[in-house]
């Protein structure tokens, strides 16, 4: 269970703070909620306390991890399938799994992509949430700017693994 003033992750949107712990009734049934609040964009969630886990409500990484994820990410290999849809669903699978290695894996996949094809509609709009859960999850580990620590992400995802 998580408290008031926890930074916690959600999958789908990034990282965030828990701002309260409300009780609820909706359709009938009483539930404890936790709010919470986005930092950027100020987004407002109410996450139900007993659904988090299955969710995949996590504490946000800790500044060590985020070092390693920055220094990994020009390692990681940028795969490029033909099939829109099998891209798609895939990147969607991984964004959804909550591991920030595989977020940055979707980001560092479709920023080069856009840049050697471009991106369809839908891919510009996941690549543009898959960077704002990995940048916001980032700012909070390291409690950094999100200019710096946007600057920082894209530096790491231009450079290409070093082919052996």
Same mark, same amino acid.
């Given at each position: 269970?998580?408290?008031?003033?926890?930074?916690?992750?959600?999958?789908?949107?990034?990282?965030?703070?828990?701002?309260?712990?409300?009780?609820?009734?909706?359709?009938? @049934?009483?539930?404890?909620?936790? #709010?919470?609040?986005? /930092?950027?964009?100020?987004? +407002? $969630?109410?996450?139900?306390? =007993?659904?988090?886990? @299955?969710?995949?409500?996590?504490? #946000?990484?800790?500044? /060590?991890?985020?070092?390693? +994820? $920055?220094?990994?990410?020009? =390692?990681?290999?940028?795969?490029?399938?033909?099939?829109?849809?099998?891209?798609?669903?895939?990147?969607?699978?991984? $964004?959804?799994?909550?591991?920030?290695?595989?977020?940055?894996?979707?980001?560092?996949?479709?920023?080069?992509?856009?840049?050697?094809?471009?991106?369809?509609?839908?891919?510009?709009?996941?690549?543009?949430?898959?960077?704002?859960?990995?940048?916001?999850?980032?700012?909070?580990?390291?409690?950094?700017?999100?200019?710096?620590?946007?600057?920082?992400?894209?530096?790491?995802?231009?450079?290409?693994?070093?082919?052996?």
């Amino acid at each position: 269970m998580f408290s008031i003033g926890d930074l916690v992750v959600h999958p789908m949107h990034g990282a965030g703070i828990i701002d309260g712990i409300v009780r609820e009734k909706i359709a009938g @049934a009483v539930q404890d909620y936790y #709010v919470f609040k986005m /930092p950027v964009g100020g987004l +407002l $969630l109410k996450i139900p306390v =007993a659904n988090s886990q @299955a969710i995949g409500i996590r504490t #946000v990484i800790t500044l /060590p991890e985020a070092e390693s +994820l $920055l220094t990994a990410i020009p =390692a990681m290999d940028v795969e490029s399938s033909a099939n829109w849809n099998k891209r798609y669903r895939e990147n969607m699978i991984r $964004l959804k799994s909550g591991d920030l290695y595989e977020v940055a894996r979707v980001v560092k996949t479709l920023m080069h992509r856009d840049r050697k094809r471009g991106l369809s509609t839908g891919e510009r709009k996941m690549l543009h949430n898959a960077r704002q859960i990995l940048i916001s999850e980032i700012v909070m580990a390291e409690q950094g700017e999100y200019g710096d620590i946007e600057a920082r992400i894209d530096r790491a995802m231009l450079q290409m693994p070093i082919s052996h």
